[in-house]
């Protein structure tokens, strides 16, 4: 009974992309970084599986003599760097067009569009941080119940709310109504509910009901061929919603890292054939957004720590994939994703130890060694490394 499973640390790069420069990301390295701003940074279970090893990574500070796992790293050939692009392309499809996006905020007739299909006028409709936003409006929001909408870098818009102003269910609709509106000429990679509260303290804290609306994938992904292949697949936090829900079988959602791997543990002690696909948001949305490599540092720490408990589950032909889907520097410019490299870990007790994967030409290789592996139709792109991996 053969499984797979992929545990995406969002945004965890490790070095810029050749063409890093022409996405403003020149120098981006977020796990060099990381490592250069958090003293005592250990991941010792990461290393012993051959992260360190990685060509580039942290300039060789981790890496061991004997790694227990196959290691490399990954260029991406989509045309972006958001995550979107980066999970499509895992799991097999190239972004060619990049997704819309809307620096200067989105066009005024939209917007006044929008506001008549929702009955209210929002606030904001600028680009920036989802934390200086709440700060900066939500004394305003409150008052008035107006929306608050944003952008980034990304191809996203954001609806802040105060759910004791805005119900979440409410929330959820307007995001609805946006998703509905956001094409063609408005076409929009995602929509992001971003609900908060204010706590005890009296601070503004955004709450693990972040909903995503994304658009359909443009081609069949991996899910789609192990789930259509009469096999299972097993969603861990926000896939479900990246890939608009298409492929999956079983969906639960996270509030955060550590919730996530109780959760991918949860499905590793499930007995079904399949894929198991999970991501563990934090790193990128708590930390790399808000610029904070010390943070980084403790979560990378913290997941680093429950890697033994995810092996002791594992089945005999279970494989585990680690991997990224873009880099979001702590210690670049601005607060947006970077343009790089992604590291790929692979363990399992029939994958040969110490095997180095090279630089792999784009993330699709990964889905390609699991539709490989699971005996499923092949991906749109990507080469398999079964064969280079495998006892």
């Known amino acids: ?15 810029e992309l050749p063409d890093a420069e022409n996405y403003g990301d020149k120098g981006a390295n977020t796990f060099g970084h990381i490592a250069e701003n958090v003293p005592g940074l250990a991941i010792p279970n990461l290393a012993r599986l051959g992260f360190g090893n990685i060509a580039g990574a942290a300039g060789g500070k981790f890496a061991v003599d004997a790694p227990e796992g196959a290691f490399g790293k990954m260029s991406e050939v989509s045309k972006g760097k958001d995550t979107i692009t980066g999970h499509w392309e895992i799991s097999g499809l190239e972004t060619k067009t990049p997704f819309k996006t809307y620096p200067e905020g989105f066009p005024k007739e939209f917007i ?18 989802g934390t200086e936003i709440i700060e900066r409006l939500g004394a305003e929001h409150e008052a008035t119940g107006k929306p608050i909408v944003y952008t980034s870098a990304d191809s996203v818009f954001q609806i802040a709310a105060n759910t004791a102003v805005i119900p979440l269910e409410r929330l959820y609709e307007i995001c609805e109504i946006a998703r509905k509106m956001l094409v063609g000429d408005w076409a929009c990679g995602r929509v992001i509910a971003r609900p908060y509260i204010i706590d005890e303290n009296g601070h503004r804290k955004r709450t693990s009901d972040r909903k995503d609306y994304a658009v359909d994938p443009s081609g069949k992904t991996t899910l789609d061929n192990v789930k259509y292949g009469g ?61 904070n490599p010390v943070g980084y540092g403790k979560a990378i720490m913290e997941f680093d720590a429950r890697i033994p408990e995810i092996i002791a589950k594992m089945k005999d032909e ?62 749109a792109i990507g080469t398999s490394f079964l064969k280079d991996i495998l006892r």
């Open 231 to 291: 096999k299972i697949t097993y969603t861990v936090g926000k896939i479900s919603n990246i890939f608009n829900n298409n492929g999956v079988s079983i969906s639960v959602h996270t509030d955060n890292n550590m919730d996530g791997v109780d959760k991918t543990l949860a499905a590793l002690e499930t007995d079904f054939e399949g894929f198991i696909f999970t991501n563990l948001v934090d790193f990128d949305s708590e930390y790399g957004h808000r610029r």
């Open 112 to 129: 006044k569009a929008y506001e008549e299909a929702i009955g209210v006028e929002v606030l904001g409709n600028c680009t920036a941080s």
């Open 1 to 15: 009974m053969k499984r797979a499973t992929i545990i995406v640390m969002d945004s965890l790069g490790i070095g």
């Open 318 to 379: 279970d494989i585990l994939f680690i991997c990224a889907d873009h880099g979001n520097d702590p210690v670049h410019t601005g607060w947006d994703h970077t343009r790089e490299y992604v590291p790929l870990v692979v363990y399992g007790k029939n994958v040969k130890p110490g095997t180095d994967l090279g630089v792999r030409k784009t993330f699709a290789d990964v889905g390609a060694t699991i539709c490989d592996y699971l005996g499923v139709a092949p991906t």
